[in-house]
């Protein structure tokens, strides 16, 4: 009896430590190779299951979070505009597209606007809320005229060299803007003036600030987090 | 004397160790995501649940090094976590094996008589089923707050594409406390869980090892409360009989 005991003691003392030491000690190589074909099935899973029905629709009366939302950039100080060096800011929206253009801060204003009290939703876990204006990637894709070539989109901007791409379709729905305006005013630098790209469908390091570039492609190329080991599809 | 019987399935055995190694990456993980940003409150509010509101869990009980790395974790478990846990329920349901946890009307009374045997109100052990009422009550409420955890983070992954989810628990801010707040109940109750099983029966790890268990070693059979009897029966094992206490 008392052999029996010790034996089944030893067993499951074994197969605990099996399973733990499976969990904790894996090879990170091997580990490294399964997480990363999880996350292309996954990426797969949610491109199929998005919708462009699917909208954030936040509560008109919903509080933003106006000053207390935050502020982050790559560069060292908040990036801002040197007109003096760099000339007019202009949006260049170019690549697979039949006429490329190159949008002032007028030329933007002028353009069908949109105004929307959305989610902001940080990878580190916070939302916050805000009411972004601006113009429909949608809209800018339309009148550049993107091709058939244009499967996926970035977004580059003037902090370091900062971009993120994303897939076409999270960028043709109808919450992802180019946005100048945020909560009645002009955006501040702070938060990516004078335009930046604001989508409750992203999260938010996929919504590049500082606005440049809009680039429409054939394949992807990556982004700044990206490349540094989060999701590229980064989606909500 | 050894009176052995079968009394875990394999299946049973097996999706409990596999979901032993799912909880533990899930949260650990989770809990390294949650450390990015320990908090509910939205920027510039306030939320009165979490008394620690901006306080990180400690480092060590955390998996995955850092937030990128333990969200490829946290997304990868889950699938093993919800494959796992939907075999041990279908295995339940269809091999009746479910009457071992779902509790009946009685339950209530039993589990009050166990709570009266383990603090010596009641000289001896109340004999129930495969497990007591207590037990009973704890393994129905392990997969239900497993259910309550895998939607709600459904809604925090996806509070877009499934919106509808999202808004089941109010908005993404509260989804998300519901997320957290169920694996703090579920870790409680899988630590007490360990505990009982190491201080009362260490004789069931056999059975959810090999699936063998001997009969009179049960604590019904040794009269055992935590700590109290654990190497063998110092009472005969009918129940009726009123031994000296201890
Ligand atoms: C299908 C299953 C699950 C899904 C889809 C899921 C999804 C998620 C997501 C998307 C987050 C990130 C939220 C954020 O950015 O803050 C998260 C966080 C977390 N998860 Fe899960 N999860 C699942 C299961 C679990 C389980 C089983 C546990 C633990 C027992 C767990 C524990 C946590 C914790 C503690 C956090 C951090 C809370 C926070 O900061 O919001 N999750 N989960
Ligand atoms: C190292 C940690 C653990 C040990 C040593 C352990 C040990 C055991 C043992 C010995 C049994 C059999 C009890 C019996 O047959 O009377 C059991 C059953 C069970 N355990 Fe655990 N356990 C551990 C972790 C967990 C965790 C983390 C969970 C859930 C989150 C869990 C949930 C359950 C459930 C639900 C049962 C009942 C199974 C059934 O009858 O269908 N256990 N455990």
């Known amino acids: 009896m008392s052999i029996d005991r010790r034996r089944f003691l030893s067993v499951s003392a074994a197969s605990i430590s099996g399973a733990l030491l499976t969990a904790c000690n894996a090879n990170p190589e091997r580990a490294a190779k399964l997480l990363d074909l999880v996350e292309r099935k996954n990426e797969g899973l949610e491109r199929g299951l998005f919708r462009h029905a699917s909208m954030d629709d936040v509560p008109g009366s919903a509080r933003v979070a106006g000053t207390d939302f935050p502020k982050y950039f790559i560069s060292d100080a908040v990036p801002v505009w040197d007109a003096s060096a760099r000339g007019v800011w202009r949006l260049e929206v170019s690549g697979a597209v039949r006429t490329p253009l190159s949008l002032t801060l007028n030329d933007l204003v002028r353009l069908p606007r949109i105004t ?52 076409m379709a999270s960028a043709m729905h109808a919450q992802t803007l180019v946005a100048y305006g945020m909560d009645g005013r002009l955006l501040t630098p702070g938060h990516g003036a004078p335009a930046r790209v604001h989508s409750p469908v992203k999260l938010g ?32 | 004397m050894t009176e052995l019987v ?25 809990m390294r995501i949650f450390n990015a940003h320990p908090a509910f409150a939205r ?6 649940l979490n008394p620690w509101e901006g306080h990180a869990i400690p480092a060590w009980l955390t998996f995955g090094g850092w937030l990128g790395g333990a969200r490829h974790w946290h997304f990868a ?13 279908a295995f339940l349901f269809l091999h009746g094996e479910w009457r071992d946890v779902v509790p009946r009307t009685g339950d209530a009374r039993d ?24 037990q009973k009550m704890a393994y129905f409420a392990m997969p239900l707050l497993g259910i309550v955890i895998v939607l709600s983070g459904l809604a925090i992954w996806k509070p877009i594409t499934f919106g509808f989810m999202t808004a089941m628990f109010v908005n993404y801010k509260w989804a998300r406390f519901v997320h957290f707040a169920g694996m ?19 004789y069931s790890l056999r059975s959810i090892v090999t699936g063998w268990y001997n009969r009179e070693r ?14 063998g029966p110092s009472v005969p094992a009918a129940p009726d009989t009123e031994g000296p206490p201890s």
Not at chain 1, 205 to 228: A, C, E, H
Not at chain 2, 43 to 48: A, I, K, M, N, R
Not at chain 2, 77 to 83: D, G, H, I, P, Q
């Open chain 1, 116 to 167: 929307q009290k959305v989610d902001h939703f940080c990878v580190e876990g916070w939302n916050a809320r805000a009411e972004w204006s601006g113009v429909r990637v949608s809209d800018l894709a339309r009148l550049a005229g993107a091709t058939s070539d244009a499967q996926y989109v970035d977004f580059a901007g003037f902090d370091k060299d900062y971009h993120e791409s994303w897939d």
């Open chain 1, 205 to 236: 390091y996929k919504n590049t600030k500082y606005l440049t570039r809009i680039v429409f492609m054939p394949q992807r190329n990556g982004g700044y987090w990206s490349d540094l080991g989060y999701e590229w599809f980064g989606g909500t």
């Open chain 2, 6 to 30: 079968k009394r875990n399935h394999w299946v049973i055995r097996l999706t409990h160790w596999v979901n032993v190694v799912a909880i533990v990456i899930m949260a650990g993980s989770g």
């Open chain 2, 43 to 48: 920027p510039g509010e306030s939320f009165s």
């Open chain 2, 77 to 89: 478990a889950m699938w093993l976590l919800v494959a796992n846990g939907f075999v041990y329920l």
């Open chain 2, 111 to 134: 589990a009050i008589e166990m709570i009266k045997f383990y603090l010596f109100v009641r000289k001896n052990h109340p004999v129930g089923g495969k497990h007591n009422a207590l």
């Open chain 2, 184 to 202: 703090v109940l579920l870790l409680a109750l899988a630590l007490v869980h360990v505990f009982m099983v190491f201080a009362v029966d260490p």
């Open chain 2, 218 to 231: 049960s604590p019904e059979a040794r009269n055992a409360r935590p700590f109290y009897h654990l190497l």
